[in-house]
């Protein structure tokens, strides 16, 4: 029973894990660890599982408090490095070197404003924008409400919007 | 996807009331290469969602967990083991301490058995003893009332004599030599006998 929830219900999840942790310590390899670890917890913890509720949201808010931890651990090791380079990403470039230099300072700030969100604006904003997920799976996975999912998302667009409209 | 309908759906999405159907069409609309100018502005924030879904684990991961979970298998294996030895380091004591108990009480015991109870066989035995014992113990008993009879006497004897103590007794002070007095003694006790 438990072996069969592992490959049904957490493994198909890990690719949602790994973007949400991505989303909150911004570097792959770091996301990758952190999942690592949550499923081998999961995995050697497997006889505990009846006692959760739901799993599929208990992933979620794991991920999401070991990715926060992590950021923690991470800014203590960065304070004493020289300041790393952005991860170099672009969009696929239609056009002129002109445009793809817009477009990825844009994406720059739109990541900067983000990041800039309070903690639950910026995690409900990146389950319903990236994972697709609804409202009532956002709130069990972050432990709120669902009325304070849509408060978050809403001022969280609403801070995308003004930010584009200066443009 | 007609204009009137996309600001619609556009306005509904600022104020979060689109499905995540309606959103995906959303993202589609704004992943076009013939995007209308006015719609530009939002261009950037689907195209970071859009790049944001397109992040996936890397193509070994799921060896490196496997792994990685053999990997806890077996520490947790040897965990056990390492659980298991100081047990038997304690279950190997005890049962040298247990041993070595068990033996002392065996020893010890052995140590403490009367001497009576491996010798003595039978009533007769007892009996002879006995008897050995009671002439032992009537020698012993003549032996001693014949030396009392024979003080006896000789208290009597010396009564007899009526010696005067005074005079022996000046007579061993102006004579320093004790050899009168053991002189005088021999032959009291000459005429004695």
Known sequence: ?167 | MNREYLDILLKRYWDCETTVAEEQELRDFFSRADLPEEYTQYLPLFSYVGEEQAVTLSDDFDERLQASIIAAGRKKEKEKTRVFVPLLRIAASLLLIGGLAISLFFITRQQNKPYYTETTGSNTDTNTAMQHATHALEKLSDALQMSEEASVETIRSIDDLDIDWFTLDSLSSIAADDSVIVNSLRIIKEENI
């Open chain 1, 1 to 167: 029973m438990s072996t069969d929830s592992f490959h049904t219900i957490i493994l198909p999840l890990k690719e949602k894990l790994f973007r949400l942790a991505y989303g909150i310590v911004r570097d792959r390899s770091e996301a990758e660890d952190i999942l690592q670890d949550l499923l081998l917890k999961l995995w050697s913890r497997r006889d505990e599982w009846d006692g959760i509720g739901n799993l599929e949201a208990y992933c979620f808010r794991a991920i999401k408090n070991m990715s926060l931890d992590r950021l923690a651990s991470m800014a203590i090791r960065k304070a004493d490095l020289p300041e790393q380079e952005e991860e170099q990403r672009y969009f696929v470039d239609h056009h002129s070197p002109h445009q793809a230099l817009i477009q990825k300072e844009q994406r720059r700030m739109i990541d900067q404003s983000l990041r800039l969100l309070p903690e639950t604006q910026r995690l409900a904003f990146r389950l319903r924008e990236v994972e697709e997920m609804s409202y009532r799976q956002i709130a069990e996975s972050l432990d709120i409400s669902e009325e304070m999912v849509k408060v978050s998302l809403f001022r969280a667009r609403k801070k995308m919007k003004e930010l584009l409209s200066r443009y």
